[in-house]
């Protein structure tokens, strides 16, 4: 099983990484709520930090209200990452919505039929003009100090859909131009309607499903520190 890159995934707030990349991970052809009735979740509101294990790499990411050319209930996710040694700042800017589940906010990312470039400035140029978006989810499960940015597993996506517990196809690209035929990675495409997606989710073992753990974000008081610098 492809799983995605523990961190370039602050960026897959920035899903353009992931989709020009040609990750497989799983997507959606309807998003788990309409995005018309999408709620704004102001406590989620905020810029956030995370620092990576192994190389030290740091991750900033400022959550907020969207353009209002979209619907209300839309995110705007901001991200830069400093890459360590190398002295680098890549940014980036995604957009989103969500669904409340107990303690899990289910984000779903839409991805325009052409994605080039930034993928928030291509979803507001087309939102409206196209329905042909397919959407990447993931979690935010929410914990005291911030929250965790949590996948998909792709085998347990595709035991459900194999279970008839979610309509889908998974699809496995095989090379005929040598021989043997070799096997390419498989790509899981849930093609479940809204109001199918709604009942699943609300029902389902969240813990089960979103085994991938990932980064984890804390949240930074950056007006309270800002204040006690100008202080001292």
Known sequence: MLRPPTFVLVS??????????????????NPIIDPNKAERFVELYGTYQSVHPDSGEIAWLHLGACDEKLPPGFHK???????????ELTADASIGFFVKVGDSYLCQIPIPEVLEGNQATAVTENWGKSKNFKY?????????SGFRLDYLSEEKLEAVI???????RIEQKIDRSVEPPTVGSKT???TASTEELGQFFSTANLEDLFEISG??????????????????
């Open 77 to 87: 996710f901001v991200s830069i990452v400093h890459r360590g040694s190398a002295n």
């Open 12 to 29: 897959v707030l920035a899903v353009s990484v992931l989709a020009l990349s040609g990750c497989n991970v799983p997507t959606f052809t």
């Open 188 to 190: 899981i495409v849930v």
């Open 136 to 144: 990447f989810v993931c979690r935010f499960f929410k914990l005291e």
């Open 162 to 168: 194999e279970e008839n517990k979610l309509a889908g």
């Open 215 to 232: 980064p984890t974000f804390t949240k930074q008081s950056i007006l309270q520190r800002a204040s006690s610098s100008d202080n001292p």
